[in-house]
């Protein structure tokens, strides 16, 4: 059964860091275009980051950009979102996404949550003093 788990989520401070990771399981991710979204109250879920499966190209949405790195380790099968100078409109529900390469691009899996068929079930960021 394929499966995404994320972790990391918790409390920071404005300015502070956090590290996301996600652990796939039932499938191999170095098959697959992965992503992280964030979803705040009342509002739609949005991309954060799209990573390619072949590594070579990487998006992020205007807000984090600067702040966030989105990496990936094949080996363990692993993804990963390091968060710094975190601000507090960061606050959400982070959620980790795959795609089968070659479905769509990077940019349209970004773009539209309708396109991901594969969610983790979320981990929560909360930013606040």
């Known amino acids: 059964q394929l499966q995404l788990v994320e972790a990391g989520g918790g409390l920071a401070q404005p300015g502070g860091s956090l590290r996301l990771s996600c652990a796939a399981s039932?499938?191999?991710?170095?098959?697959?275009?992965i992503g992280w979204f964030r979803q705040a109250p009342g509002k739609e879920r949005e991309g954060v980051s799209c990573?390619?499966?072949?590594?070579?190209?990487?998006i992020y949405a205007d807000p984090v950009k600067g702040r966030f790195t989105i990496s990936r380790d094949n080996a363990k099968n692993m993804v990963f979102l390091q968060m710094n100078s975190l601000k507090p409109e960061d606050t959400a529900v982070y959620y980790c996404?795959?795609?089968?390469?070659?479905?769509?691009?990077?940019?349209?899996?970004?773009?539209?949550?309708?396109?991901?068929?594969?969610w983790g079930k979320g981990t929560l960021v909360t930013v606040s003093s």
């Open positions: 990573f390619s499966s072949s590594g070579k190209s990487t």
């Open positions: 996404a795959a795609v089968p390469r070659q479905l769509t691009t990077i940019q349209a899996m970004c773009r539209s949550t309708r396109v991901v068929p594969y």
């Open positions: 039932g499938f191999t991710l170095d098959n697959y275009d």
